[in-house]
């Protein structure tokens, strides 16, 4: 059974003016521990599809299963339970507390979990090794480059541990040296075993993901695997 699997999916949003219908039958399926990268031109639906993936966002109509589990008649309070337990975001513009420090913005990852509040210390002490910012941990946001930011956001959301880390665009804001940096973090979450989404329009990035699903107007357009 795939951990992601989205049948006939269909996007509206309907603002004050003219209604955007911005996903238009998507079908997919993602196995756990894949690495897929979602591409396509601006306005073709990416961020929809990965917002309704992490349950940001309901589709308005298809089915969506997650790990078994029937998004779509699943109440709100335990999406945000699910969310907060197995899936880890990053985002285009890391979305970083400016007032707190490195380590304090990690623990927010850990916040709304179940887990005993001991060994959180640890958890974050060595997750910011593996973003190699063990040298930061009292620094604020301000006081870093913007790959030390994307890092820490990543730390954020890996801190719990979750099934899925979904991210969208995380190299947006970067340049190319840290933007390989980032993308070579999130190939090593999903070494360890998470599956990872990214949404990307750079093809460089996209080639590093085990498949590549590309976006057009609200459709799949096209799906490829990786050759190696
Ligand atoms: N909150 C919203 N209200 C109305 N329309 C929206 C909203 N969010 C997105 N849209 C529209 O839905 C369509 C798909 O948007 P989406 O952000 O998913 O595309 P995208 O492929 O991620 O684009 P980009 O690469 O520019 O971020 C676009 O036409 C967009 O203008």
Redesign the pocket.
Known sequence: MALIDLTDIEHL?S?AQKP?H?LRGVSLEIDAGEFVAIT?A????????LNIIGTLERASAGRYLFDGQRVEATPERKLANLRANKIGFVFQNFNLLDHLTVFDNIALGLRYRRDPVAGRRERILSVLDRVGLAHRADHLPRQLSGGQQQRCAIARAIVGDPQVVLAD?PTGNLDSTNAGQVMGILEDINAQGATVIV?T?APSQADRAGRIIE?HDGRVHMTRRRLT
């Open positions: 949003y603002g955007v911005a396509g601006s306005g073709s639906g990416k961020s929809t599809l665009e949404v329009h976006l």
